[in-house]
DNA sequence: CTTCAAAATAAGTATAGACATATCTGCTGT
DNA sequence: ACAGCAGATATGTCTATACTTATTTTGAAG
């Protein structure tokens, strides 16, 4: 085991076990660096392991202190839907409900940081898995953000498999709330009106602007996961 | 701006641009050493880094390529919900509604990873904002791997508070889910049955064992948020 | 042509040394 | 008492060097 993880471990145990408490300081790089014979670079790696997962707080000339409170690190990864359903041993399929260019609502403009009005492409879709509805998508797109999406093709394009390989971004935002079903949701899910269901709001951005901001309401019933260290889907 | 941020940055754009496409291989750090004017542990901070967002796959000697699957981290912190509500401007308050020491039943037993029966404290609790329901808890808390909990009290315990300033964790799991409001849910929540609600599931963990397992319902038309990743698409 | 071991390679890790920089502490003079 | 400056100090960052380790490539032996 490398040595800068190992004195991250001993330090990690030290604040769970309250040796060192909650805004307590601890002992400073070259103290440490002698204690755990290292050199101070690596007590120093250590450390920002352990400030980067929200256990220190770390400032110059004032040293080194056990977090007041701890924060969990959760990953997600914007999953390829297909890829998903095919690994539960399902069949997958999809479909276009409908798309078209059309002027934003104040709402999504909001939510993207561009004019009202503006022309985006307005895309539904649902993935089904071995033949029920899996997930149902409300997506924009900017195909200024995206080039090479207007070539893709609209008619029968899998907008977030076509993202996920074609468009990285540099930053995105997630929220999670609950609705309950509209008469289209309950019918394209096909369940009941008035359903609980889970809704996840996503957004990308490059360089270019906003690229995509979709709404996907989940299969009744569906929970989405994160755990600290692991990859899930979703 | 620190060298070996600089260095990161600039990777990102090209990949972001699709100069560097997915897949890829990338010079090797020896390579990009050169071209930056910079030491190779430099620039294998900085590749590490990119590593760790996911956008980079790394392997010995087989040398560094632009990853296929996105990653986006999220970051959750479990927030002292009284903290908040104060910092939202509005007067905290919160009530215990149900307390005592109880066996575990199976799902519950199954999530900590405890066998079905143990005794632990089940704890029901309102936090309210301005006098309206803001979240309703429902905890199991394990006594064994917080030790003085005990003598907190049990009888008017803010958990959530006692917790977070006590009780330092290893490991987190969060889901989130969406159920209608039960009679319960509706009364304490002060809103109708069937009421569609955001659910989130919460479990830690120390070197002691299983801390607290927690189902958080939010108010109806609570929004839960994580900005900030740094990958790929849609 | 296959198998397997040795060589080459790229990342992983650690080190000592140096300098930068934020910030705390205490001193100074008014 | 107080403002402001000077030093001290802990972390931040970078470098050159060395060695380790996983993995691929190569090439020799069967």
Redesign the pocket.
């Known amino acids: 085991m490398?040595?800068?993880?190992s004195i991250a471990d001993e330090v990690r145990r030290r604040i769970v076990e309250l040796k060192w408490r909650q805004g307590e300081r601890i002992p400073?790089?070259?103290d440490l660096a002698v204690e755990f014979?290292?050199?101070?670079?690596?007590v120093?790696?250590a450390?920002?392991v352990l400030?980067d997962e929200g256990l220190l707080d770390?400032?110059?000339?004032?040293?080194?202190r056990v977090a007041i409170n701890p924060v969990s690190k959760a990953t997600f990864s914007i999953p390829i839907v297909r890829e998903q359903v095919e690994e539960a041993g399902m069949a997958y399929s999809h479909r276009v409900v409908a798309q078209r260019l059309s002027p934003i609502p104040a709402q999504i403009a909001a939510r993207l940081g561009l004019p009202e009005g503006e022309l985006l492409v307005h895309l539904r879709a649902v993935h089904y898995a071995d033949g029920k509805p899996y997930q149902l998508e409300d997506r924009w797109l900017n195909p200024r953000a995206a080039p090479g999406l207007q070539q893709a093709g609209f008619r029968d394009l899998n907008a977030n498999e076509w993202l996920v390989r074609n468009a990285p971004y540099l930053r995105a935002e997630f929220s999670f709330s609950a609705e309950n079903a509209d008469r289209r949701d309950a019918r394209l899910l096909q369940t009941r009106q008035g359903q609980a269901l889970l809704i996840l709001h996503r957004t990308t951005w490059n360089d270019l602007g906003p690229i995509t901001t979709v709404r996907v309401a989940f299969q009744p019933g569906h929970r989405f996961g994160a755990g600290e260290g692991r990859d899930h889907a979703g």
């Open positions: 490398p040595k800068a993880q400073d790089e070259a014979d290292a050199a101070r670079a690596t120093n790696k450390l920002q400030a770390r400032k110059r000339r004032a040293g080194t």
